[in-house]
């Protein structure tokens, strides 16, 4: 839980000092990727605090036998975790209509979160009639954001901020 009260903490001091700091504090959104992904994702699924929107780069989403990736699970719930607590933090289970509107952005062939991860979010933010978009990179693996030699460095930086843009 540590994390994510951080997270909402920060979207607090975010919000407080938004005049101050020259934007809009009903704009303040939440970045994640990997691991970190699944933070940004709980704390717009999960938390009372949300961000205004959320971007996830090959997120962490779900606990599901044969979509996870284990070791994200065994760090955050301990390696006897139950499958309550599974069911808990698969998020996908935990889209409401409060959730807010998303940006997924993946690689098809990332080998380390099966990209399931996002498709499964993006399906439950559907149904909960969420704005959401998803672009699925054909190569690029897992990790790509930082990559300056990712082959489509430049659409996903379009993307997201054209995202931005209009939210």
């Not at 020259?22 to 990997?34: C, F, K, P, Q």
């Not at 929107?53 to 996870?68: H, N």
């Not at 897992?142 to 030699?149: E, N, P, Y």
């Amino acid at each position: 839980e540590v994390p994510r009260n951080d997270a909402e903490q920060a979207l607090r001091i975010m919000r407080e000092h938004a005049a101050e700091w020259g934007y809009d504090a009903s704009r303040v959104g939440i970045v994640g990727s990997s691991a970190g992904g699944h933070l940004a994702a709980s704390t717009g699924t999960i938390s009372d605090e949300k961000p205004a929107f959320m971007i996830l780069f090959y997120p962490v989403i779900t606990a599901e036998e044969g979509k996870l990736h284990k070791n994200s699970f065994k760090y955050l719930l301990g390696k006897d975790y139950s499958s309550e607590e599974a069911r808990n933090y698969s998020l996908e289970k935990r889209v409401s209509a409060l959730t807010p509107p998303t940006l997924l952005l993946l690689s098809d062939d990332d080998k380390s979160v099966p990209p399931v991860n996002s498709t499964c979010y993006y399906t439950a933010l559907k149904e909960h009639g969420i704005e959401a978009s998803m672009h699925i990179y054909p190569k690029g693996g897992h990790g790509w954001g930082i990559r300056k030699s990712f082959r489509y460095k430049e659409a996903w930086q379009d993307a997201v901020l054209d995202w931005l843009r209009r939210h």
